[in-house]
């Protein structure tokens, strides 16, 4: 059974950082391009960042030269480094393939972890 476990999500001034981990299990992240997603209130889930099994990377204007993600193929788990937070990166925040990747996206999402800034 596939298994999307987000974490690390909290509280944070503007200006500060957090980093989000995805834990994967049932499913090998390293052999598909994975990406963090974030849905605000009333808004889209919107796709903020992508990583090829290579390494490429990827990022949504809004969110490009602040953020950053990683993978660990050997602990299966993708990570979103956020710096430079600002209130309107309040979201739920998500991990799963990228939604343009073969097959799409998994249909068991995570519960997300909430990412609130606000000072």
């Known amino acids: 059974q596939v298994q999307l476990v987000e974490s690390g999500g909290g509280l944070v001034q503007p200006g500060g950082s957090l980093r989000l981990s995805c834990a994967a299990s049932?499913?090998?992240?390293?052999?598909?391009?994975m990406g963090w997603y974030r849905q605000a209130p009333g808004k889209e889930r919107e796709l903020v960042a992508t990583?090829?099994?290579?390494?490429?990377?990827n990022y949504a204007d809004s969110v490009k030269g602040r953020f950053t993600i990683s993978r660990d193929n050997a602990k299966n788990t993708v990570y979103l480094q956020m710096d430079s937070l600002r209130p309107d990166d309040t979201a739920v925040y998500y991990c799963?393939?990228?939604?343009?990747?073969?097959?799409?996206?998994?249909?068991?999402w995570g519960q997300g972890t909430q990412v609130t800034v606000s000072a």
């Open positions: 049932g499913f090998f992240l390293r052999v598909n391009t």
């Open positions: 799963n393939k990228d939604r343009n990747s073969p097959g799409g996206v998994l249909p068991a």
């Open positions: 990583i090829t099994t290579r390494g490429a990377t």
